[in-house]
């Protein structure tokens, strides 16, 4: 079967080789009408059409390639993240090629003789910054997720309203109230859990005076807390925390355990929070309350802002929203001893 070509694309919708070229290059807008863009997008659908990649990288310098830098997607938020991204981009006729850090945090080996021949530009996660180190790239176009805007050393951001998070689960929780709230922190040197971190202090007034800190990993966390609550239960009831907000579900399910282990239950003598509501949150008991973070959006907004650039525009949009999830973790303290 033949292979069908832009020039049958152009007159399956009634439009020129060129028009069908903006459209499927995505420079139509102020160009070419919406509807004349609908029907070449119906046409080449209907068609089967594919755009020659390597032809198209050959003449216009460019291997419409874009590099996402994460850590490993054994954590679904970054799977999903890489869902959006690749979807955005297929839409654009580019290809997304993982780069993955095999202990989930740190760098891999850089799998470029030459990063700036390979591809078009990078997104890069905060918590696999230390990764851009190894890639021989620094020339490409750069857009960081979760990453301090302030720092500079990108060409766009693109964020998450994690603070406004965290202010929710916190509102939450006095509302039921709660007046000492333990802080299960990620022990990752990120920009994306200094946030939360740095909001929590501010919304209880100072630092998080039962911080605890574990890796990212159910068995960590479950010890971390088991710990901290052991030390608990041999203080007078009155001191003791009844809440434990979490920077993410791993580290809540981990929290979790650990209460029952030490015969503590869930919600009833302990309320726990998550951060992320990945398929983890409820799949324990009871269900986790957790900041729903669009991960698929992340990575959509992320090619969306990497192809802004590529095209010589400026990245402007607002931190994505996030929202509580209030499910079964999560109940009024305790009244008794």
Same mark, same amino acid.
């Given at each position: 079967?033949?292979?069908?070509?832009?020039?049958?694309?152009?007159?399956?919708?009634g439009?020129s080789?060129?028009?069908?070229?903006? +459209?499927?290059?995505?420079?139509?807008?102020?160009? #070419?009408?919406?509807?004349?863009?609908?029907?070449?997008r119906e046409?080449?659908a209907?068609?089967g059409?594919?755009?020659?990649?390597?032809?198209?990288?050959?003449?216009?310098?460019?291997?419409?390639?874009?590099?996402?830098v994460?850590?490993?997607?054994?954590?679904?938020?970054?799977?999903?993240?890489?869902?959006?991204?690749?979807? +955005?981009?297929?839409?654009?006729?580019?290809?997304?090629v993982?780069?993955?850090?095999?202990?989930?945090?740190?760098?891999?080996?850089?799998?470029?003789?030459?990063?700036?021949a390979?591809?078009?530009?990078?997104?890069a996660?905060?918590?696999?910054?230390?990764?851009?180190?190894?890639?021989?790239?620094?020339?490409?176009?750069?857009v960081?997720?979760?990453?301090?805007?302030?720092?500079?050393?990108?060409?766009?951001?693109?964020?998450?309203?994690?603070?406004?998070? #965290?202010?929710?689960?916190?509102?939450?929780?006095?509302?039921?109230?709660?007046?000492?709230?333990?802080?299960?922190?990620a022990? +990752?040197?990120?920009?994306?859990?200094?946030?939360?971190?740095?909001?929590?202090?501010?919304?209880?007034?100072?630092?998080a005076?039962?911080?605890?800190?574990?890796a990212?990993?159910?068995?960590?966390?479950?010890?971390?807390?088991?710990?901290?609550l052991?030390?608990?239960?041999?203080?007078?009831?009155a001191?003791?925390?009844?809440?434990?907000?979490?920077?993410?579900?791993?580290?809540?399910?981990?929290?979790?355990?650990?209460?029952?282990?030490l015969?503590l239950?869930?919600?009833?003598?302990?309320? #726990?929070?998550?951060?992320?509501?990945?398929?983890?949150?409820?799949a324990?008991?009871?269900?986790?309350?957790?900041?729903?973070?669009?991960?698929?959006?992340?990575?959509?907004?992320?090619?969306?802002?990497?192809?802004?650039?590529?095209?010589?525009?400026?990245?402007?949009?607002?931190?994505?929203?996030?929202?509580?999830?209030?499910?079964?973790?999560?109940?009024?303290?305790?009244?008794?001893?």
């Open positions: 079967m033949t292979r069908p070509t832009s020039r049958d694309v152009a007159h399956a919708a439009v080789q060129a028009t069908v070229s903006l +459209v499927l290059g995505d420079k139509w807008r102020g160009r #070419v009408s919406e509807r004349t863009a609908g029907l070449v046409a080449a209907g068609l059409y594919r755009p020659n990649l390597a032809a198209r990288s050959l003449r216009l310098g460019s291997t419409r390639t874009a590099l996402l994460v850590p490993a997607l054994t954590n679904e938020y970054f799977a999903r993240v890489h869902t959006g991204a690749a979807r +955005v981009a297929a839409e654009h006729g580019f290809g997304v993982l780069y993955l850090s095999p202990d989930g945090t740190g760098p891999a080996k850089d799998p470029f003789a030459s990063a700036s390979a591809l078009d530009g990078v997104i996660s905060s918590m696999a910054a230390d990764a851009l180190e190894a890639i021989g790239g620094s020339e490409l176009p750069l960081m997720l979760d990453s301090d805007p302030a720092a500079g050393g990108a060409a766009a951001f693109v964020n998450l309203d994690l603070a406004g998070g #965290v202010r929710e689960a916190v509102a939450h929780l006095r509302g039921l109230g709660h007046r000492r709230i333990r802080h299960l922190a022990d +990752v040197p990120s920009w994306t859990f200094r946030i939360r971190a740095d909001t929590l202090a501010a919304e209880l007034g100072g630092p005076p039962d911080t605890v800190r574990s990212l990993n159910v068995p960590a966390a479950t010890a971390a807390m088991e710990r901290a052991a030390t608990d239960l041999a203080a007078p009831a001191g003791r925390p009844t809440a434990v907000l979490c920077d993410d579900d791993i580290l809540a399910v981990g929290a979790c355990k650990a209460a029952r282990r015969g239950r869930v919600p009833e003598d302990l309320s #726990v929070t998550g951060f992320d509501d990945v398929a983890l949150a409820t324990v008991e009871p269900e986790l309350t957790t900041v729903s973070l669009p991960a698929e959006r992340v990575g959509e907004q992320g090619m969306r802002a990497l192809l802004t650039v590529l095209e010589g525009g400026t990245w402007r949009a607002p931190d994505l929203p996030v929202a509580l999830t209030v499910r079964g973790s999560t109940a009024p303290p305790p009244t008794g001893p």
